[in-house]
């Protein structure tokens, strides 16, 4: 990135949710707001930090890859495509206001977007025109799209009928997938998406549930975590074109590496109902805390400790630390 308005961006904030000591799949909704150490930064809906510019090559490396395989929709009307929208750039405008700047007219809104450089255009109803000053490959396919690569996070929409109470799946711009597919989970209802987590299945019996809390109240703000052995967002299973499956998957556990073996991932995701679209926008903020940061701080190992201890076999697999598990525990019982 060429602007100088990347160099005055904030550290990253820092989230460690292990307070119980144990590993459990549950909502854990906490309000949007919370403090969590980090200032500001918990009360802002995207999270900009002095990582924007990996974030956005990230992203735009995946829609160089496959759009489809990484950018999807179903059956997202344009009412709530265009709600998405506006709910996305009034909280782009009251987070940073210095970054982003929207001129309105009779007939056009323009954001211009001084991260990178970007202009993006859309009439008075939300709906997407386009974009001006923008270098990108292939080029923006929606207003969704060209959003979602002004922010660090990845974004997914569900919407819901009266037929369809536990809504389903309608759009996803999913750049920083935690191993698994997008197109596995667009178009499917929460129980569906939810089905091959290990230990889900109190959340998914309560489904049409949680959707409909999603939407009617919060917001949310909630955090889920997992082992690698890399910070590189983009863990899609399928590894792209030309790249070792195996070197790609990650999570292969090396005591003797010279970096850490051990990388915490972590997600911090939103929840923001749209009551009036019969929807919610859910964002999704991939961080990572080295594991030799956690075995450097007592509360933090043994809490980390604890909870890798209570996973279960299934939990493990899923998890990937099934193989591994017993040596990672020696390595974090080796204090530095």
Not at 15 to 33: C, H, Q, S, T, W
Not at 62 to 73: F, G
Not at 92 to 118: I, Q, Y
Not at 297 to 323: F, H, I, Q, V
Request: one cysteine or more; charged letters at 25%.
């Amino acid at each position: 990135m060429a602007f100088k308005e990347v160099d005055n961006l904030p550290k990253p904030a820092r989230y460690f949710p292990l307070d119980k000591g144990i590993y459990e799949v549950a909502p854990n909704f906490r309000n949007f707001g919370t403090d969590f150490g980090n200032g500001s930064q918990d009360q802002k809906t995207f999270q900009l930090d002095s990582q924007f510019s990996l974030y956005r090559s990230n992203k735009l490396a995946c829609r160089s890859e496959r759009l489809s395989k990484y950018v999807l929709t179903h059956e997202l009307t344009q009412e709530i495509e265009c709600g998405v929208y506006e709910f996305m750039v009034n909280r782009m405008l009251l987070d940073w206001p210095n970054l982003f700047v929207l001129d309105s007219s009779e007939n056009l809104r323009k954001l211009h977007c001084k991260l990178t450089g970007e202009t993006l255009l859309f009439d008075r109803a939300w709906i997407w025109i386009g974009v001006e000053n923008a270098n990108v490959s292939p080029t923006y396919v929606s207003g969704l799209d060209a959003l979602a690569c002004q922010i660090q996070e990845d974004i997914a929409i569900t919407s819901r009928t009266e037929e369809k109470k536990e809504g389903w799946l309608s759009a996803l711009h999913l750049c920083s997938p935690s191993h698994w597919a997008p197109e596995s989970k667009i178009g499917r209802n929460f129980a569906d998406v939810h089905r091959p987590i290990a230990g889900a299945e109190k959340m998914i019996r309560t489904g049409a549930q949680l959707v409909d809390g999603s939407i009617r109240k919060g917001p949310y703000v909630r955090f889920v975590w997992g082992f690698g052995t890399d910070s590189r967002l983009n863990h899609h299973p399928e590894a792209p074109s030309g790249v070792d499956p195996d070197q790609w998957k990650g999570r292969v556990f090396d005591k003797s590496s010279e970096k850490s073996p051990f990388i915490l991932r972590l997600e911090r995701q939103l929840i923001f109902g749209l009551p009036h679209l019969e929807a919610y926008f859910f964002g999704i903020h991939v961080y990572f805390i080295d594991g030799e940061e956690i075995r450097r701080n007592d509360r933090e190992r043994n809490l980390l400790r604890s909870a890798l201890l209570s996973m279960t076999p299934e939990s493990l697999d899923y998890k990937g630390l099934r193989d591994c598990l017993p040596e990672v525990i020696d390595w974090f019982d080796l204090k530095n």
